[in-house]
């Protein structure tokens, strides 16, 4: 089936300093999604983006559609202690019949203030 | 989160028993989904539900079984809990296969079978 690398698994940085994670598969996607999971919770949408090519940001975060269509990054700029938690990236296709959204394996973020 | 409840939160059973998760939502959402978070795995589906009485499996549905009755709830049954079992369980909903969205997670069950 289909399989997103993403990477690296973990980062530990300081305040202040930007992030960088990405996500590739073999596969190509329609949709490219970036959620966050702060610790106890479930992930929550950060960024959806739906076209090869597409820079989207929300804030801090800037997230890009790969122009192949097999892969995305999202960084972080300026991290904050509130940055802490795992980042995951989404691949979608509308179609399929076992739930078609596949998930990476997430980045686990710490930030030393 | 606001419109999907998952209970209970945190429970213990011992290696046998069955137990069941529960997954309530107030969206009227299509479709809801089984996840299973394990620390090197991510996010695994169980199995998950297009519609009443209607699911399907997902990719580590082995030892687990699901009921939609009502469009709200969606249950997960540990029909004889084992240690391998031990997870954070995530429920999930989506109003359409293709959500533009994506899904909304709940807050998750921390379970553990000792």
């Known amino acids: 089936g289909q399989q997103l690398n993403q990477s690296p698994q973990s980062m530990f940085i300081q305040e202040g300093e930007d992030v960088s994670m990405n996500c590739t ?5 329609n949709t490219w999604l970036w959620y966050k999971q702060d610790p106890g919770e479930g992930p929550v949408l950060l960024i959806a983006l739906y076209k090869a090519g597409e820079l989207t940001s929300n ?3 800037t997230a890009q559609f790969g122009i192949t ?9 300026a991290s904050i202690p ?5 980042y995951f990236c989404a691949g979608m296709n509308y179609g399929g019949s076992q739930g078609n959204l596949i998930f990476g394996k997430g980045t686990k973020l710490s930030v030393k203030p | 989160d606001a419109g999907i409840t998952q ?4 429970k213990v059973t011992e290696t046998g028993t069955p137990v069941t998760l529960r997954c ?3 969206e009227n959402h ?3 989904y089984w996840y299973r978070q394990d620390p090197g795995h991510g996010l695994r589906l169980i199995h998950y539900s297009y519609g009443v009485k209607d699911t399907d499996k997902g990719e580590v549905s082995d030892g687990y079984s699901v009921s939609r009755s009502k469009t709200e709830d969606f249950l997960l049954t540990l029909e004889s809990a084992t240690s391998s079992q031990t997870s954070v369980y995530f429920c999930a909903i989506s109003e359409s296969q293709g959500a533009l969205r994506g899904y909304t997670f709940g807050s998750g069950t921390r379970l ?3």
């Open chain 1, 82 to 86: 509130s940055d802490v938690g795992i």
């Open chain 1, 69 to 77: 269509r097999k892969d995305s990054f999202l960084n972080i700029s």
């Open chain 2, 112 to 114: 553990t079978v000792v």
């Open chain 1, 25 to 29: 598969s073999s596969s190509i996607f």
């Open chain 2, 30 to 32: 299509r479709y809801m």
């Open chain 1, 59 to 61: 804030g801090r975060l």
């Open chain 2, 24 to 26: 309530h939502q107030t």
């Open chain 2, 7 to 10: 209970s209970p939160r945190h």
